[in-house]
């Protein structure tokens, strides 16, 4: 669901985008969505931000872990029952930078689960597949 | 990852290129971006030294996760050549 919204862009900017969406080949619309609703996240949670991988958009900690996403403190937070110093020491975070991370995951909590349950799901499957090619590239090669 | 910070800014692709030039193996649990990654080399051509995922279940991400993680890195690499995993990836087994 979306709604319109008009705003005024300063010569620059507007062209900046312009380049920008054309060089990522994305809408600009949607890249002026994406920057609001990130810029907006950050803003109130500076522990947080975001980095593209290769399907889509991730919420990562900023500080001096740009590779950590959100979903691997909440997954290391959950395996350790929930317990802020011991996922502070597992990732080489302060626990001041996991609480950040919590602050965020209370505040997106329905999207940071689906997010990691994909995340889970991938695990599975994959290994599922993986499995399943390995065991018929054995049954061809006892037959052949 | 924590003891080469110049590391933290690369993406996934580069992350396995240097991997590959230092004649490494990843080991990650991310297996979404991973396991695209390793099919993508492979359409591309392009060689890489290996993926080895872990499943969170098997490794939990907790102190004594870390030990198992340890003692089945040393059993899987035991007897094995360095380029085992040479264009590949699989599931790191439970030792």
């Given at each position: 669901?979306?709604?319109?919204?008009?705003?005024?862009?300063?010569?620059?900017?507007?062209?900046?985008?312009?380049?920008?969406?054309?060089?990522?080949?994305?809408?600009?619309?949607?890249?002026?969505?994406?920057?609001?609703?990130?810029?907006v996240?950050?803003?109130?949670?500076?522990?947080?931000?975001?980095?593209t991988?290769?399907?889509?958009?991730?919420?990562?900690?900023?500080?001096?872990?740009?590779r950590?996403q959100?979903?691997?403190?909440i997954?290391?937070?959950?395996?350790?029952?929930?317990?802020?110093p011991?996922?502070?020491?597992?990732?080489?975070?302060?626990?001041?930078?996991?609480?950040?991370?919590?602050?965020?995951y209370?505040?997106?909590?329905?999207?940071?689960?689906?997010?990691?349950?994909?995340h889970?799901?991938?695990?599975?499957?994959?290994?599922?597949?993986?499995?399943?090619?390995?065991?018929?590239?054995?049954?061809?090669?006892?037959?052949? | 990852?924590?003891?080469?910070?110049?590391?933290q800014e690369?993406?996934?692709?580069?992350?396995l290129?240097?991997?590959?030039?230092?004649?490494?193996?990843?080991?990650t649990?991310?297996?979404?971006?991973?396991?695209?990654?390793?099919e993508?080399?492979?359409?591309?051509?392009?060689?890489?030294?290996?993926?080895?995922?872990t499943?969170?279940?098997?490794?939990?991400?907790?102190?004594?996760?870390?030990?198992?993680?340890?003692?089945?890195?040393?059993?899987?690499?035991?007897?094995?050549?360095?380029?085992?995993?040479m264009d590949?990836?699989?599931?790191?087994?439970?030792?």
């Open positions: 669901m979306s709604k319109p919204f008009s705003m005024r862009m300063d010569d620059d900017t507007h062209k900046a985008l312009r380049e920008h969406a054309a060089r990522t080949e994305v809408n600009p619309s949607k890249l002026v969505n994406r920057y609001v609703r990130e810029g996240r950050m803003d109130k949670h500076p522990a947080v931000t975001f980095r991988t290769s399907l889509g958009r991730r919420a990562v900690v900023l500080a001096s872990r740009p950590l959100v979903i691997d403190v997954g290391t937070w959950n395996d350790n029952k929930q317990d802020v011991k996922t502070a020491r597992y990732l080489h975070l302060t626990e001041d930078e996991v609480q950040a991370v919590l602050r965020y209370a505040d997106h909590r329905d999207e940071v689960e689906r997010d990691l349950e994909d889970l799901a991938a695990q599975r499957n994959y290994k599922r597949v993986l499995e399943q090619r390995e065991a018929r590239t054995r049954s061809r090669a006892a037959i052949g | 990852m924590t003891e080469r910070p110049e590391l690369k993406s996934d692709a580069a992350l290129r240097i991997a590959t030039d230092e004649r490494r193996v990843i080991v649990n991310n297996v979404r971006d991973f396991a695209l990654l390793v993508t080399f492979g359409l591309a051509g392009e060689s890489q030294f290996g993926v080895l995922f499943h969170n279940r098997t490794f939990p991400r907790t102190d004594d996760g870390i030990g198992a993680l340890v003692r089945s890195l040393e059993s899987f690499v035991a007897g094995k050549a360095e380029d085992w995993l590949s990836c699989m599931y790191l087994p439970s030792a």
